[in-house]
């Protein structure tokens, strides 16, 4: 079982390297030759997003590997709710290797009154995310017509998150999401499944579901 999460860890980290170099290659790599096609310069948002309807309980079932979720080993989760002054509350947690819980509150904070999809996301204490007046981190780039599950990402496309209202998605919902991902301009293979309790078990890459 140890080894099995230390492989686990490891695929992890990989990936998350991975992800880095591919912004970091992105952001400094040569300009563009003349006549070459030039990558938007980030994800656009959903057209509208209703905040009523996006507030609640949303389930990770899969993301880019970040720095700060090496440490969940499954059912990571986002409890959003509305607070009086516009903002919105933001509860994530998730279930350690060593069967821990593990949290963080923060808010979030709407940058964009037009389509209200690009907000601002802030937790205390974390480098470069303390405070609520930065600029946009958090994009909702694709929704389910139900809002039964949502595609986030960031201006730099650096990091990612697919969000489901239950454990598990349908075939078909994935397959919607894969196609999300890729209309965002991101790369499938960088996002790898999240394992859930009522859902998948595994950490799988999208591109091989």
Same mark, same amino acid.
């Not at 992890?12 to 952001?27: D, E, N």
């Not at 507030?55 to 440490?71: C, D, E, K, R």
């Not at 397959?175 to 991101?186: C, I």
């Given at each position: 079982?140890?080894?099995?999460?230390?492989?686990?860890?490891?695929?992890?980290?990989?990936?998350?390297?991975?992800?880095?170099?591919?912004?970091?290659?992105?952001? $400094?790599?040569?300009?563009?030759?003349?006549?070459?096609?030039?990558p938007?310069?980030?994800?656009?948002?959903?057209?509208?997003l209703?905040?009523?309807?996006y507030? @609640?309980?949303?389930?990770?079932?899969?993301?880019?590997?970040?720095?700060?979720?090496?440490?969940c080993?499954?059912d990571?989760?986002? =409890?959003?709710?509305?607070?009086?002054?516009?903002?919105?509350?933001?509860?994530?947690?998730c $279930?350690?290797w060593?069967g821990?819980?593990?949290?963080?509150?923060?808010?979030?904070?709407?940058?964009?009154?037009?389509?209200?999809?690009?907000?601002?996301?802030?937790?205390?204490?974390?480098?470069?995310q =303390?405070?609520?007046?930065?600029?946009?981190?958090?994009?909702?780039?694709?929704?389910?017509?139900?809002?039964?599950?949502?595609?986030?990402?960031?201006?730099?496309?650096?990091?990612?998150?697919v969000?489901?209202?239950?454990?598990?998605?349908s075939?078909?919902?994935?397959?919607?999401?894969?196609?999300?991902?890729?209309?965002? @301009?991101?790369?499938?293979?960088?996002?790898?499944t999240?394992?859930? $309790?009522?859902?998948?078990?595994?950490?799988?890459?999208?591109?091989?579901?």
């Open positions: 079982m140890r080894s099995a999460r230390r492989t686990a860890l490891r695929a992890l980290t990989v990936s998350a390297a991975v992800a880095f170099g591919v912004a970091a290659a992105a952001v $400094t790599g040569p300009a563009a030759p003349a006549g070459a096609d030039v938007a310069a980030g994800p656009a948002p959903v057209p509208q209703d905040l009523d309807r507030v @609640g309980t949303w389930y990770q079932l899969a993301a880019v590997p970040q720095y700060f979720n090496l440490v080993a499954r990571t989760r986002a =409890e959003y709710a509305p607070l009086p002054n516009g903002d919105v509350s933001v509860h994530n947690s $279930t350690t060593n821990s819980n593990n949290e963080i509150q923060g808010a979030a904070r709407v940058q964009d009154p037009r389509t209200r999809a690009q907000l601002r996301v802030a937790f205390p204490g974390v480098p470069t =303390e405070s609520l007046d930065g600029p946009v981190n958090y994009i909702v780039t694709a929704l389910g017509p139900d809002y039964s599950w949502a595609l986030v990402t960031d201006p730099a496309r650096i990091s990612g998150f969000l489901s209202r239950g454990p598990a998605l075939g078909q919902q994935w397959q919607e999401v894969v196609s999300a991902v890729q209309a965002a @301009g991101e790369q499938p293979c960088l996002y790898l999240s394992p859930t $309790t009522g859902g998948r078990s595994d950490i799988t890459p999208l591109c091989r579901l």
